[in-house]
């Protein structure tokens, strides 16, 4: 049903369309949500205003949504209004710079940057979602990050009401983490992200698992090649969204690797018979996959609590075995949680938002 606002002479000063109870779970790569109560889609920066008035009128929560790929929406949805950035648009520049708009899909951006030969982005290829909700969580993977790339970041700060254009800096960008949903959550509404890339870039293959897949080469593999060969390295991980397959109906990974003081770090090394893999996390830090943590607190690729589970092809998405409910899934995420928090004295914190 449109919403059309009246202004004090009763004529529609706006006809953005808002429609009611639209189901969320298939707007989100896990398959799993409740409705929203109001809904609407936004392309234009105008329309977004739009929508944060119709919110602030009506005293409702407002719910930014991306490509719903790291979100768990709860089974009873979201009493409020869900606004979907719908904003679309590449601007390319001179220097390697791209000013994309933030409903852009991200996959695609990283082919449009790759066939223009820029590089910086291309270990980034295959992962889910918008333009927009890389910033907020600094997207990572296979050694890069958005961080190393975003030059800025444009917002409508829900404090002013005003767009702003926030220099990396600003942003707050650490593993997993931005201002966005870190000390400011809630505050801003991404609608376009400025990458600085580098022309004519030499790829980057400096993670284990791209370093193996290119062991045999003599040449250095191109962008193009390196954006393939992550993607079919995620694929076989489950860890691309393949129409059919069971085990990319996740949220990505839903732990984020713990970084523990070392201490704590020398503590289960010494409890352990095997070695225990880790990563300098800085100093006296150390970084210990969550997965290795789940496997050896008995939670292996396969394992099923009902109509929920872990991925066949990677320990730490936890997926949709067929109609699952938050609840599903919740109750699995509670279990590991207790079960690393008794065996290792680590609470690991989940990676996706939880919605409603
Ligand atoms: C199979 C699979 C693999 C994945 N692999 C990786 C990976 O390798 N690395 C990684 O880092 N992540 C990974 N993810 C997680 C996910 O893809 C990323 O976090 C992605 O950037 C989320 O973007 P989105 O547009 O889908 O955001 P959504 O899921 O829609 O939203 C996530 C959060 O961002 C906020 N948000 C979204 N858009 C905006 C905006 N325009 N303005 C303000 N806030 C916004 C939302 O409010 C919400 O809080 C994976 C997910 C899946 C399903």
Known sequence: ???LRQDSGGVPSYKMQLQEN???APLTTFHIGGPARWYADATTEDEILEAVAFAGE???PLFVL???SNLLVSDAGFPGLVLHIGLRGIEQRPGGIFVVAAGEDWDQFV????EANCGGIECLAGIPGSVGGTPVQNVGAYGQEVSQTIASVRAL???TNEFVD????RCGFTYRRSIFNGIQRGRYIVSAVTYELVNNAKSAVNYADLKRYFQERASHPSLSEVASAVREIRKSKGMLLVEGDPDCRSAGSFFKNPVVPSEVFARIAGQSATTVPHYDAGPQMVKIPAAWLLEHAGFLKGYALGRAGISSKHTLALINRGGASAEDVLMLRDAILQAVESRFGIRLEPEPVFVG
Do not use: F, K, N, V
């Open 1 to 3: 049903m449109p919403y």
């Open 22 to 24: 639209i189901p969320l």
């Open 58 to 60: 009506q005293e409702i």
């Open 66 to 68: 991306g490509g719903g």
């Open 111 to 114: 082919s449009t940057a790759i």
């Open 157 to 159: 700060d829900l404090r």
């Open 166 to 169: 926030l220099p990396a800096e």
